[in-house]
């Protein structure tokens, strides 16, 4: 069930361009990012090349940022986790009430608990789809299906306004120096899940089971936990993005928070597997992703152009940036 | 190099050229040259042997009369006339059909399916499949490759690795094609099947379809073919009537006199010593009550028909079906119910299957290589990070040791040819030092002058304190590199050979439930 | 408003007085640079604000940079900062929860900027609110409905309570219904957003199929008028069944006048409201003073004699609210 | 990348208790949907086992079931199609815009160009896919954002609720003796695409694509031009679906259309991939999937379940509907 981006066709190549094509094929969307950069600079030097805009695009792609790494350590395993926008959504709003009813005096309490919550909701989708053999895909549609009823139903529709400590807006809301607290986190996640998914051993099995699931399992890897951990980790940054939602909006809402940033997070990583490696979800890839859409959407805004015509060219510029990349990989094969 | 030019015997009809022609081709991957220069050429009627070491280059030259890459430089000739091979419709347009070394079949869809991809599977009322007529025509052409009785309706991926294998002979059969390659067709054939291929193939030479046929067994060169071409490093060495060389003669040209090794036996030289693995009483889908045991310092081959017991047996040991019975390593009892707890009892399988079994093809040949020990190289059970430089240099020394030809540790396994990637598997299991391999035709797909060299490393690993258990469907193998050969038959073992009494005709007669030797 | 737009007004203001009196105005202000943030202007209602908000403020030689959050609050929200720190003089929001914003309004505080909104709902910080008040416009409605049922009946209410404004109308539905003993609740529908134009149509097809005896359907919003009709002429009942809604969409209107089942709504006046605004902000940045934060602007009723015709749009000026001055 | 698990590996010969299995996991999801039906005419004989609440679930699932055929299409190619939720609703927008205005008089005339639109961007989709090797998903989601774009440009947010001629709404509206119109053409289109699927020489080759496009392509089949084909089938079905959305309703609404469809489908599609042949896509499967779906969506609303449990209910039906049939199939592996 998993999408097969590479097409086939005849193959033709010679050594002499082969090194070219192998840069732009894996440096395309990175180009592209940088174009972008350059005609929003060109066309509005005053506004968007200003250093305060460039924090400011980081911590507008922070919490998309955030979701879709959590999405590509569950994506480089091939499984799809449609449960982050409940999970966002859920995340955000159980912070806010626990801490607006005090069930925990504590921020940090509250965002542990929650965090661990979302893990375990996270290895409950893991168990469903290894151990019951769901595709995943299925899997989260229906857990998040599910999610979203219960902080419906939790809620009973109602916004947390008030009692929300300043403890917890610092997440969303306060700095370190001269960066917003969103971005840290984005920061975080990003260092800790590139560490992860490239330096370490949990991290290697998971691009083995990606590969070749069943080499990896007769070489003695217990394959089916890595689907726990897998979507457990996307579940965990989602709820995390959610809760920094909740924080920088100041309110815990029942509703909508997470589904924003679902469609938006898997372009990213789909961007990202297009990017250096082609064909491979990795953290840095998608980090060019969440740039991309960032600076795409922060740009088209900034000039005040159209909505209507906001979402065309976001989608042309996506398809030229995925196109520039994917298009000369494919004639390599 | 030297070249003997023969002119073709038989079928000298009068046309302008021969049948096919391969002149200078070249093929260029990054960082390799797959094909160099190499010349080709096919006659009408004739069987026309196609043999070299792994990654000399037969599979990117039969890739490329396919359609399926196209060469950087060279042309192909048909009948003398130069033709553009530029995709597989052009190449089927011209008459040239193939079995790939892999992927030829779709295993979701039925044997009819398959086998008539190429030609289709013809219509009734317009757009509709006329599948009646459809399977018909499969049932003919299952009945020329000898299964008469296959069900044209089954799912392909039901099937056995033999009978795919006879299926995608007849997926080659199905078109009116002039040329018929075939790239390593026999490798999961039994030799009743290899027998019946050849029947087929020697009746339809007959009739003036040239085959091209790719092997590493050398003793089918000699029993089916007219002629033989033998490439090394991407060119040609030669062309030679097949009645010009002996067995002897033909290895030299393959692997280079001075790498020629002679009819080394493997067996062992010292008594073994203590028993290392032990299974007592296996019962299960198949197995019908199998003891084993294997002791360090030996040998030994599990032999069967297939689907009878041997592959049976090397699956349960390693956990991969659920049977009955009791696994003891080391004289410990272990319990063994999926691989990892096989991995953990100190176990290792080099499986049948390597593309799908045994490696990772988008990952490193270092990755792959420590894909089973990756625990020793982290620095600590909580952080887990790698210790890259300790895993790269381990793996090098492994790679060195295993003689690894590859275009460097860090390049993807998918590049590396069929003997190569055995080797990373092999490899995987010495980095984790295990005690007991499971050998599960090791030797599939692999050069003649591979297959030497993983005969000394069952033996070495044996003499070194392990246990081997060895399958193969090339008997001779078993003659070769086994101290001890249980032949099983309908899931229980049926005789014990050792020693002197391992020949292939014994091994046949019990694996066929006669008792006596 | 439609449904997604995350739009509330606040009816605890305590002060809804003022009628599009926005107090002493303090002279002429010019050159004025505005931060306008939308958290999405895919809704009709919220871009027709905005269109009329920009006109007014460029006929005044203001310049206005407009920001579309897409439905992203807190993108929305960073581009308000944005705006402080890059100093504009003033900040509109346009129909986010100020709620939502609160940490906006703090900045905006500090950096001595005002922070005006549309559509925001009041909270503590706010220069100026405009609005309407939905506790109100709902009571009369629910009223109004009451007396066509000549207070006895049976009713369903369709609505989706996340949103504070429509939270506001189910509670100005509930105030009217307690005084109404005899009007049976039959079912309070919670309607599924997204989705909430297919799910309100599957949700009263199924209940009509059961149960014919319904007398009216009251709607949170009009959006679902379209599907409301539609259950209600499939189920045969159109000569029984009647509906009320809220908000002010044209193809409400539509329905209205070409006598389908769904009868009347209050139509806010969205268009007023930029300009509104720009009079409001005149007053604040000149030093004028005003009556109330709050600005409570007036909506009209729309019903089969008050509709206006094929393309135009009800008199925002002189129109009736109260169904007696029709 | 796409590989399918069953391909290799072990095999079995079939006992009985594999023959049990067997058929417990191909008519788990068929089972579950007659569960569902069992528990709600009990729970509500007089309401929700009529023959008139037959129709109309039929007729409340009749658009879902339309887009989600289509889709079973291209993902029986491994394609996964996100443009479909823009495309609908362009398709339903755009026909009763060119009918209100006049630029067709014949509603027949308007349906035909939208369909032909639709397929020229479904090709379009296809020749980014195949021809320029980019994957589906992302090029998919990107042409999506255009549609959405275009639709809200062109209509300026304004929805068109008069001038659609009755021989439009007809097709939402009209019914063929007891049959509403919707679930003709979901007959017409589930017909149509089993006959196409499974009898027809360009159905075969679709799913031999989808098996292995490698082996396709080597087998002569001209790999690419199917990616067109299939994107264009699941655009068409996705207009359809939209028009009959919009002819419904009466209205020609320039967002959120598709949407409400996109999910589901997907859940459709996939619950049909472990219906009767497990881990293939299917059009009978498909239609079994929409029907489950359609069932629990509208026995909840009959027996007026809240909101909130509705979704969650709905989320663990799902969850334990795929669980039944894929839990033993993937024993069996
Ligand atoms: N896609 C590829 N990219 C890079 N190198 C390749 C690729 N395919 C083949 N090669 C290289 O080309 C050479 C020839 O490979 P080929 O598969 O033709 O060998 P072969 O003679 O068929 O070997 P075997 O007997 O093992 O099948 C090898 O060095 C191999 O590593
Ligand atoms: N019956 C058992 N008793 C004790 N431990 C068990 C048992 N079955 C499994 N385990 C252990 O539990 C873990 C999970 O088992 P499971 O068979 O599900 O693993 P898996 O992920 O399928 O691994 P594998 O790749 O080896 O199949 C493994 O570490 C295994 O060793
Ligand atoms: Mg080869
Ligand atoms: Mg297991």
Chains 1, 4 share one sequence.
Not at chain 1, 288 to 302: A, M, P, R, T
Not at chain 2, 205 to 220: C, D, K, M, P, S
Not at chain 3, 88 to 116: C, H, L
Request: proline share 4%; glycine share 10%.
């Amino acid at each position: 069930m998993a999408e097969s981006p590479q097409a086939t066709g005849p193959r033709r190549e010679t050594s002499t361009s082969d090194k070219l094509i192998d840069v732009v094929s894996r440096y395309g969307t990175i180009a592209s990012l940088v174009a972008c950069v350059a005609i929003f600079s060109l066309l509005k030097p005053d506004v968007f090349a200003t250093s305060q805009n460039f924090f400011n695009i980081l911590n507008q792609v922070s919490i998309l940022g955030i979701i879709a790494l959590g999405l590509t350590v569950a994506l480089v395993q091939g499984l799809f986790d449609l449960s982050l926008a409940g999970m966002a959504t859920l995340g955000g709003y159980l912070a806010c009430k626990w801490l607006a009813e005090g069930t925990f005096g504590s921020p940090a309490v509250a965002v542990l608990v929650v965090l661990a919550l979302a893990l375990v909701i996270g290895a409950f989708n893991g168990v469903v789809v290894a151990y019951g053999g769901v595709s995943a895909f299925i899997v989260t549609l229906a857990v998040g299906s599910i999610l979203t009823g219960v902080v419906l139903g939790v809620s009973d529709s109602q916004t947390i306004l008030s009692g929300i400590p300043d403890g917890f807006l610092i997440m969303g809301q306060g700095e370190i120096g001269p960066i917003p607290m969103p971005v840290v986190f984005l920061l975080i996640v990003a260092v800790v899940l590139y560490v992860f998914l490239e330096q370490t051993q949990l991290g290697r099995h998971m691009y083995a089971i990606g590969g070749n699931a069943e080499t990896a399992r007769l070489s003695g890897i217990p394959v089916k936990r890595y689907a726990l951990l897998a979507l457990g980790i996307s579940a965990a940054c989602a709820a995390l993005g959610g809760m920094i939602v909740a924080a920088n909006l100041g309110v815990g809402r029942p509703q909508g928070v997470g589904d924003t940033y679902l469609l938006d997070s898997f372009a990213a990583a789909f961007i990202g597997a297009s990017t250096l490696r082609p064909g491979r979800f990795h953290i840095l890839g998608t980090v060019i992703g969440v740039l991309l859409i960032g600076v795409i959407n922060n740009g088209l805004s900034i000039m005040g152009v159209e909505t209507f015509w906001q979402y065309a060219v976001r989608g042309i510029i996506l398809l030229l940036a995925v196109f520039a990349a994917s298009f000369l990989v494919m004639r390599r094969r | 190099m030297t070249t003997t030019q023969n002119e073709p015997g038989r079928e000298s009809a009068a046309r302008p050229g021969p049948l096919l022609r391969v002149r200078e081709a070249v093929k260029d991957y990054p960082g390799t040259r797959a094909l160099d220069h190499m010349d080709f050429s096919l006659e009408a009627g004739e069987v026309h042997a196609l043999l070299g070491e792994n990654g000399a280059g037969k599979s990117t030259l039969i890739k490329a009369l396919a359609g399926a890459i196209a060469l950087t430089s060279g042309t192909v000739e048909i009948d003398g006339s130069k033709v553009e091979v530029r995709n597989p419709q052009q190449a089927q347009a011209l008459g040239i059909s193939v079995v790939h070394q892999h992927g030829n079949l779709v295993p979701e869809l039925s044997v009819t399916e398959n086998v008539l991809m190429v030609e289709g599977l013809g219509r009734r009322i317009g757009v509709l499949v006329d599948w009646r007529s459809a399977h018909r025509r499969t049932r003919a052409l299952l009945d020329r490759v000898g299964l008469p009785d296959l069900d044209p309706h089954r799912e392909v991926s039901s099937l056995g690795a033999h009978e795919q294998a006879m299926v995608a002979v007849a997926k080659a059969l199905a078109s009116n094609a002039r040329v018929i390659i075939l790239d390593e067709p026999t490798t999961s054939l039994q030799p009743a099947e290899v027998d019946t291929l050849f029947s087929q193939m020697r009746r339809l030479a007959e009739e003036g379809i040239g085959f091209v046929f790719v092997t590493h067994r050398l003793n089918e060169v000699f029993k089916v073919c007219d002629r033989i071409t033998v490439m090394r490093d991407g060119g040609l060495v030669g062309t030679w009537q097949a009645a010009e060389l002996d067995h002897d003669s033909l290895v030299d040209q393959l692997v280079g006199a001075e790498k020629a090794i002679a009819h080394e036996a493997f067996t062992a030289t010292a008594p073994p010593r203590e028993v290392v693995l032990e299974a007592r009483g296996l019962r299960g889908d198949v197995l019908r009550g199998v003891d084993l045991q294997a002791r360090a310092g030996e040998v030994v081959g599990i032999a069967s028909l297939p689907g009878e017991g041997a592959g049976e047996v090397v699956e349960s040991l390693y956990g991969m079906r659920r049977v009955h019975g009791e696994v003891l390593v080391e004289g410990t009892p272990r319990r063994i119910r999926n691989p990892q707890q096989a991995v953990a009892a100190g176990m290792a399988l080099v499986p049948r299957d390597r593309l799908a079994q045994g490696l990772v093809s988008d990952l490193s040949i270092r990755e792959n290589a420590t894909l089973a020990s990756t625990k020793s190289y982290r620095t600590d059970p909580v952080l887990r990070l790698m210790r890259r430089g300790r895993e790269r240099s381990e793996v090098a020394e492994v790679m060195a040791q295993l003689s690894l030809k590859s275009g460097g540790l860090e390049k993807e396994v998918r590049t590396l040819s069929g003997g190569n990637a055995q080797k990373v598997v092999i490899g995987r299991w010495l980095l984790r030092r295990a005690k007991v391999y499971l050998l599960d035709s090791p030797t599939a797909a692999v050069d003649v002058h591979t297959k030497g060299e993983i005969y000394g490393l069952a033996r070495s690993l044996a003499d070194n304190g392990a246990a081997v258990v060895f399958t193969s469907t090339e008997l001779e193998e078993f003659v070769r590199v086994c101290d001890r050969v249980l032949v099983l038959h309908d899931g229980a073992v049926v005789g014990e050979l050792a020693g002197d009494d391992i020949t292939v005709n014994s091994i046949m007669r019990l694996s066929f439930g006669r008792k006596s030797v | 408003m439609d449904s997604d737009d995350e739009s509330s007004s606040n009816g605890n203001s305590g002060d809804n007085s003022s009628n599009g009196d926005s107090g002493q105005a303090a002279g002429p202000v010019e050159d004025l640079s505005i931060g306008f943030v939308a958290v999405n202007l895919n809704s009709p209602s919220i871009n027709g604000i905005k269109d009329q908000f920009v006109e007014a403020a460029e006929e005044k030689g203001w310049t206005v940079e407009v920001f579309d959050g897409q439905g992203d609050q807190a993108a929305t929200n960073n581009a308000a900062s944005d705006f402080i720190s890059r100093g504009v003089d003033v900040i509109v929001n346009n129909s986010s929860p100020n709620a939502q914003m609160t940490g906006v309004m703090k900045e905006a505080d500090a950096a001595d900027i005002p922070f005006v909104s549309i559509y925001g709902g009041f909270v503590e910080g706010v220069d100026a609110e405009i609005g309407t008040n939905e506790f109100i416009n709902s009571s009369l409605m629910t009223a109004e409905m009451a007396n066509r049922l000549e207070g006895k009946g049976r009713v369903v209410k369709l609505n989706w309570t996340v949103l504070q404004a429509l939270r506001d109308r189910d509670a100005g539905f509930d105030a009217v219904m307690s005084e109404n003993p005899d009007i049976e609740v039959v079912r309070e529908i919670e309607v599924k957003v997204p989705g909430q134009v297919e799910d309100s149509y599957d949700q009263l097809t199924n209940l009509l199929q059961s149960d014919k005896n319904i007398d009216a359907i009251w709607l949170g919003w009009d959006e679902l008028a379209p599907s409301a009709v539609r259950a209600i002429e499939e189920a045969g009942l159109e000569d029984k069944v009647f509906a009320v809604g809220f908000d002010g969409n044209s193809f409400a209107w539509d329905l209205i006048r070409e006598g389908s089942p769904y009868k009347m709504e209050p139509a806010n006046p969205f268009p007023l409201m930029g300009a509104k605004a720009i009079e409001t902000i005149e007053t604040i940045v000149g030093g004028g003073t005003l009556p109330s934060k709050v600005v409570y602007m007036k909506p009209c009723l729309v019903n089969e004699q008050t509709v206006p015709a094929e393309g135009e749009e009800p008199d925002w000026e002189n129109c009736a609210f109260f169904p007696g001055e029709v």
